[in-house]
């Protein structure tokens, strides 16, 4: 699903958060939003969700698949969000329900907005599963149970069970470990692909958004600073803000010269 | 070569009650000498945190000895006394790290006042503007701040600045970069750098899932996988020379 954003303005109170937001994500693409801490990403994608908290004033544009979210009644938003949007967050111990068990867990999106039969639900729910990598034994276990990886992998699945045309991941991997944030940035971007759907990646970290998309939008306090082919950013930021952001990953990452490995 | 100040072997650690008891440490063996940077690194579950808080005596393990300056520390008082005094802690969350009811002068300077040795208040004064300005913070316009007027690198250099305040021959920092944004984590590295400068026998032990974070800093590197030492070894060589297939996967892991 196509998204083009268009002078997009929140304020929360008098507060401006983000300022002249324009974006655009084809249908199939993955882009990234990147920027420090507190930058507004996640407000860009909570009005993409129609989820922007109630003090918080929009104006602008912002369609969806043709559809303009900006002042849509909360009736149309949540169906054009529970049938064409899946969402993945940063903390997924904190994102799923703990007294449901995983089944329950990724099966809940299609009750609430597909007419299908309670054996349909589950076959779709194993199928997920299995393409997440986590074994059927997992289908009756609850979120305590799951190690952090395997609980993102139960949102990943949660996320994608409605076959959405537009993922929004915010942070999906910054509560994991490395080896770990790999393996997820790698399922989520390949499920994406499989499905052809859009997806909108945000993270703080130039490591992580190299590897989720290809093309991407740096926003620092509020404003797009700087957007392009991802791979591009990382070898010619413009701006110093993409600099900055940029020269923290390579400080903070080993170059494959070094990281060469002998094998014994 | 210089004295070793910590040291374990042989360490067994569980959790968990009967019936349900896991195994999280297997037979470790490390040593951590004064003035050098030893990075613990794992993925999650791999026994990093819970071996370094048995290493500083904030937990016990199940067999094995731990020995500070060569006192074991579960027998008499003399060793867990000594490495509690010679000590310093830094975690993950700055923000719970803190006491958010304190300015963040009394926050740094609390562990001089712990101290059974106490200080004339001006020294503790100067101690603690010395020790923030060491971490690139300014004492006249933060010390009266509260840890909610601050961002999440100044919280955590704050955290750092106390961690050394009374001098410690030894420093834990737990995942102390994790929850802090990229571009603040080199920061928070110069801050560690500039702490191991001002005290060349201090030693820092610094656990972290990402090799990336602590290649610069880190003398010597001790992989665990599953509670038992992967290897161990200095870090150029480990980086260049890692013969085991998990350390590979943590570099390939760490690598841009």
Known sequence: MSVEIRNLNITIGSKPIVHDIDMDIADGERV??????????????????????????????????????????????????????????????????????????????????????????????????????????????????LSGGQAQRVGIATALITSPRLIIADEPTTALDAITQRQIVDLLTSLVDDAGASMLFITHDFAVLARATTRCYVLEDGAMVESGATADLLDHPHTEQARKLVAAARELTLHRQEAEVHHG | MAEILLQGSGINKSFGARGARRQVLFDVDVDVRAGECLAVIGGSGSGKTTLTRILLGLETA?????????????????????????????????????????????????????????????????????????????????????????????????????????????????????????????????????????????????VSHDLGVVRHIADRILVLHEGRVEESGPTARLLAHSQSAYTRRLIEAASL
Request: no cysteine; aromatic share 4%.
């Open chain 1, 32 to 145: 990234g939003l990147v920027g420090s801490s507190g930058s507004g990403k996640s407000m860009i994608a909570k009005a993409l969700m129609g989820l922007l908290p109630a003090n918080a004033s929009a104006d602008g544009s912002v369609r969806a698949g043709g559809a303009q979210l900006i002042g849509a009644n909360d009736t149309d938003m949540a169906d054009l969000r529970g049938r064409y949007m899946g969402m993945v967050f940063q903390n997924p111990a904190a994102a799923l329900n703990p007294v449901t068990t995983v089944a329950q867990q990724v099966e809940l999106p299609l009750r609430l907005h597909y007419d299908l039969s309670a054996p349909e639900r589950q076959e779709r729910v194993k199928t997920m599963l299995s393409k997440v990598g986590l074994p059927e034994s997992a289908l009756g276990k609850y979120p305590h149970e």
């Open chain 2, 62 to 206: 199940d067999s094995g000895v731990v020995e500070y300056r060569g006192h074991n520390i579960a027998e008499g008082r003399q060793g867990l006394r000594m490495l509690r005094e010679e000590s310093g802690l830094v975690f993950q969350d700055p923000f719970s790290s803190l006491d958010p009811r304190w300015r963040v002068g009394s926050s740094v300077a609390e562990p001089l006042k712990l101290r059974r040795k106490k200080l004339p208040s001006a020294a503790v004064k100067q101690r603690v503007a010395e020790v923030l300005g060491l971490v690139g913070l300014d004492s006249a316009t933060l010390g009266s701040r509260y840890p909610i007027d601050l961002s999440g690198g100044q919280a955590q250099r704050v955290a750092i600045a106390r961690a050394i305040v009374a001098k410690p021959k030894v420093v834990l920092a737990d995942e102390a970069l994790s929850a802090i944004d990229v571009a603040v984590r080199v920061q928070i590295l110069d801050a560690f750098a500039a702490i191991r400068r001002a005290d060349p026998d201090m030693a820092l032990i610094m």
